[in-house]
């Protein structure tokens, strides 16, 4: 929601509706476009020297995996195959922690994974339907500007 309240605050100022110095959005947990993030974890890994070019083909491929199921709208699935790369990026890299990868905690994260498809099935969730609705559009027609 931070992202399209600066976007549309950036839109505003440019129209000279508000007259404000902004100068950014902080995002808490930005999963607002997950693929983004699930496709930049290898990258920066391969970048740090925290996995080597057979742990870098690994992950793009559990990737690849997940970026197809979110293409087909199947988010379920997404959100399992998001599971898979993270334990494919912990077994490839010596356990980092991709949040933070001055952490090795060896942990895995299924636990997590199944805790959020549970509470996915479980609620009905009003702000899920604003946010996957009309922000999800509007974040759509950014991205392809």
């Known amino acids: 929601m931070a992202t399209a309240f600066g976007v549309a ?9 508000i007259v404000v110095n902004f100068q950014g959005v902080t995002l808490g947990d930005s999963w607002v476009d997950p693929i983004s993030f699930v496709n930049a974890w290898p990258d ?7 996995i080597d070019n057979v742990g870098y083909s690994k992950a793009m491929t559990a990737v690849d995996k997940c970026a197809q199921a979110v293409a087909q709208g199947q988010w379920k699935l997404a959100t399992q195959l998001w599971g898979d790369v993270e334990n494919v990026i912990t077994s490839v890299s010596d356990f980092v922690d991709w ?19 549970k509470l996915e099935a479980s609620l009905a969730d009003p702000l899920d339907t604003l946010m996957n609705g009309p922000i999800r559009k509007s974040w759509e027609l950014f991205r392809r500007r």
């Open 9 to 17: 605050l950036v839109d505003a100022i440019k129209n000279k509706e």
């Open 44 to 50: 920066y890994l391969l970048a740090t020297s925290e």
């Open 99 to 117: 949040y933070n990868i001055l952490n090795r905690n060896g942990g895995d994260f299924r636990t997590l994974q199944e805790k959020l498809l």
